[in-house]
């Protein structure tokens, strides 16, 4: 099998890549802009059976600034994606902001993907993703440094570790699930009750309209096929800390 991963380099590409090596014979084929490939003009490889297709922007505040090069990177890039590998197979990155394009240019631009995406592509739905290699201004390392500046008191979140994350796209690559399909715990976080799991002081900050109130997925065309996510967000933040104690 010959799989196409784009944003082969990033934080959930680089454990992925990881995780197929572990458990797939196949050739991969790493796209990223680390590589100096930009999907808006490099060229795309021949014979590919398996598209995982990840490469994009995140981030709602960034989008805020810059709403035209989130259209370009995540909306033309994948359209195409879709249109060079219209006979492969298509798994590509989408997000749970999607579910409300209203708040923000980066939910827009993952629920319009969704919109473009041919019939029997499948868009993973990720919800907060934590772990290796995971930036160091996201929340759950900086819970781990102790070194929270603010939270959305009245959010909530589900919090996903990158392997589970992993292990869930590698189960689904011959599953015949199309449309699109959350990716996370099916657990949601207040993010006051994590906070004050550890005494950690912070900057009240009210949720804003541009975000999302709770992110939990739904996760039972997960569930139907055994899956279930193997870790606990705060044995994690706990094993984490004692390692920077030790």
């Known amino acids: ?21 572990n458990n797939i014979d196949a050739n991969i084929h790493g796209i990223d802009l680390k590589f100096g490939d ?11 059976d398996l598209v995982i297709h990840l490469a994009g922007l995140s981030g709602v505040r960034q989008s805020l600034d810059n709403p035209t090069n989130y259209w370009k990177q995540n909306v033309i890039v994948s359209q195409r994606i879709f249109d060079t ?21 980066y939910a827009f631009s993952k629920f319009s993907v969704e919109q473009l995406a041919p019939e029997k592509t499948l868009g993973m739905r990720f919800t907060t993703t934590y772990g290796p290699n995971a930036r160091e201004q996201m929340l759950i390392p900086s819970i781990i440094r102790n070194d929270v500046s603010y939270i959305n008191i009245d959010h909530s979140r589900d919090f996903i570790h990158v392997d589970d994350l992993c292990s869930a796209i590698i189960m689904l690559i011959d599953k015949n699930e199309y449309g699109v399909i959350d990716i996370g715990t099916g657990i949601s976080h207040k993010l006051t009750d994590i906070m004050s799991h ?22 039972e065309n997960l569930t139907k096929y055994g899956w279930s996510a193997k870790y606990n967000l705060i044995d994690y933040i706990n094993d984490e800390r004692m390692k920077r104690i030790n």
């Open 38 to 48: 930009d999907l808006q003009t490099c060229l795309l490889p021949e014979n590919i």
């Open 1 to 21: 099998m010959n799989i196409l991963l784009t944003g082969s380099e990033g934080f959930i590409g680089s454990n992925l890549k990881l995780h197929l090596e």
């Open 85 to 105: 590998y219209k006979d492969s197979k298509i798994m590509y990155a989408s997000s749970s902001t999607a579910k409300e394009p209203w708040r923000n240019p």
């Open 198 to 219: 550890y005494d950690l002081t912070y900057d009240n900050r009210i949720g804003t309209e541009i975000e999302r109130l709770d992110n939990k997925a739904d996760i």
